[in-house]
Nanobody
Framework: VILEESGGGAVQAGESLRLSCRLT????????LTWFRQAPGKSREGIAA???????MYSDSVKGRFTISKDNAKNTLYLQMDNLQPDDTATYYC?????????????????WGQGTQVTVSP
């Protein structure tokens, strides 16, 4: 199983980005796919999760600004990030687990991508 993120970049506050995470070799019928982020000097934070039952969960820090979705035909997970702020600056990772329960705890995941950098300037 390979998870590969893309779409990061440098933007100004108030702008938008869409991250992608392509899943190769992922064939589980039930799953939870989650976006995490890690800022320098901080722990990895779960921010948005999507289950195979089409339920979603967001952290308070991104609720109302970020949207998680999946294109099943392309086997790709997305994170639409609107109204980005400097505090959103971090490396963003996607992760997967073969169970449908929504969890944002990093210790519950064992499949990770390599990360993509997002930098937001004031």
């Amino acid at each position: 199983v390979i998870l590969e993120e893309s779409g990061g970049g440098a933007v100004q506050a108030g702008e938008s980005l869409r991250l992608s995470c392509r899943l190769t070799g992922w064939t589980y019928e039930y799953y939870c796919l989650t976006w995490f982020r890690q800022a320098p000097g901080k722990s990895r934070e779960g921010i948005a999760a999507l289950s195979s039952e089409s339920t979603t969960m967001y952290s308070d820090s991104v609720k109302g600004r970020f949207t998680i979705s999946k294109d099943n035909a392309k086997n790709t997970l997305y994170l639409q990030m609107d109204n980005l702020q400097p505090d959103d600056t971090a490396t963003y990772y996607c992760a997967a687990r073969p169970f449908p329960q929504l969890v944002l705890d990093r210790d519950r995941y064992h499949r990770w991508g390599q990360g993509t950098q997002v930098t937001v300037s004031p």
